[in-house]
């Protein structure tokens, strides 16, 4: 069974610290997503990644950025964290490469608090 | 871009059969629907997908249109734990595009 695993379930950050959130996945999958959800707005895809060092800005980049050094690892980065960044973050990963229509594999979420 | 449209809140009571209907303007011919189902501090978890007509498997079912313009997640004799957010997704690869869920409530 495919796990996508983020590394905090809650974190607590101030405003202007810079915020690490870290995902893994343990299939080999190519492609890696970032989302943020906030109520009554869904989710919406912040960056992805369909490579190691490739990444595309998805609807809402702004005031985030990512880094995939490695296949198994997405990480969004908050480079000066505001309170309006306060929200659940949600790691994703489908199967197969490229273009794949497969579905999404959701990590957990972690729940971000910025004070 | 597409635009997905769900209701935002539906009861049921256990054992009766649930549907839910989405609305997705502007579905391009690429497009798949997935439907996911998301319980309280945990991620979505796929339900479903299909392209057209009907698509059925062990939990649920899904009825597309012709016209692809709308689906409907069906739900069959549901249960108390089956309370939870629903989302219908369309898109393809990297450009989805998530409805704001329909929270499902099961009455005993």
């Known amino acids: 069974d495919v796990k996508v695993t983020q590394s905090s379930r809650y974190l607590v950050k101030r405003t202007g610290e810079k915020v690490f959130l870290e995902c893994v996945q343990d299939?080999?999958?190519?492609?890696m997503f970032w989302y943020r959800q906030d109520p009554g707005l869904g989710l919406r895809l912040i960056y992805f990644?369909?490579?190691?060092?490739?990444?595309e800005k998805g609807d809402i980049p702004e005031g985030y950025s990512v880094s995939r050094e490695k296949k198994e690892r997405f990480s969004l980065i908050l480079e000066s964290a505001s309170t309006n960044q306060t929200s659940m973050y949600l790691c994703?990963?489908?199967?197969?490469?490229?273009?794949?229509?497969?579905?999404?594999?959701f990590g957990d979420g972690t729940r971000l608090s910025i004070l | 871009l597409a635009k997905t449209t769900q209701p935002i809140s539906m009861d049921s009571y256990e054992g009766q059969e649930v549907n839910i209907t989405c609305s997705h303007n502007?579905?391009?011919?690429?497009?798949?629907i997935t439907w996911y189902q998301q319980f309280p501090s945990q991620g979505p978890r796929f339900i479903i997908q299909?392209?057209?007509t009907k698509v059925t498997n062990e939990v649920a079912s899904l009825f597309i249109p012709a016209d692809r313009k709308s689906s409907t997640l069906s739900l069959p004799r549901v249960s108390l734990s089956d309370t939870a957010v629903y989302y219908c997704?369309?898109?393809?690869?990297?450009?989805?595009?998530f409805g704001s869920g329909t929270q499902l409530t099961v009455l005993p």
């Open positions: 994703a990963s489908p199967p197969g490469g490229g273009f794949s229509n497969q579905p999404q594999h």
């Open positions: 299939m080999d999958h190519e492609n």
């Open positions: 990644s369909y490579d190691v060092k490739m990444k």
């Open positions: 502007n579905i391009a011919t690429n497009d798949y």
């Open positions: 299909g392209y057209k």
């Open positions: 997704v369309s898109g393809s690869a990297r450009q989805l595009t």
